[in-house]
């Protein structure tokens, strides 16, 4: 059953910085860097934020990123913690079970 949620979220999953890939998720990261690039953009948790400021409330952010959350914190974001790193199917039912309960 899905729930309707009067607040959107943002997940921002790729932007894992202190997490070595394996050679796929590198491939797709590589992708993102490059879909932010062609607007000026760097491959950042905070250039995300710029883009979904308008229709988006709050920001799940990788446990490692922290750094990040006064910056998104001042764009307007509710910022929450997980460990984001769903790379095998175990850690995508966790990631999806914890995302859930953020709503």
């Known amino acids: 059953m899905l729930r309707y949620n009067f607040y959107r979220t943002l997940d ?7 997490l ?23 491959h950042k948790p905070v ?7 308008d229709f988006c ?3 799940t952010l990788d446990e490692r990123d922290r750094t990040y959350t006064t910056q998104l914190e001042e764009m307007g974001y509710e910022v929450s913690w997980l460990r984001t790193d769903a790379l095998t199917l175990e ?12 709503t």
């Open 91 to 102: 850690r995508q039912v966790t990631l999806a079970s914890e995302l859930l309960q953020l």
């Open 57 to 59: 409330t709050h920001f």
């Open 12 to 18: 921002n999953l790729p932007s894992v910085e202190a």
């Open 20 to 42: 070595a890939l394996p050679l796929g998720e590198r491939v797709r990261a590589r992708s993102r860097e490059r879909l932010l690039a062609t607007v000026g953009l760097p």
């Open 47 to 53: 250039a995300v934020g710029q883009l979904y400021r």
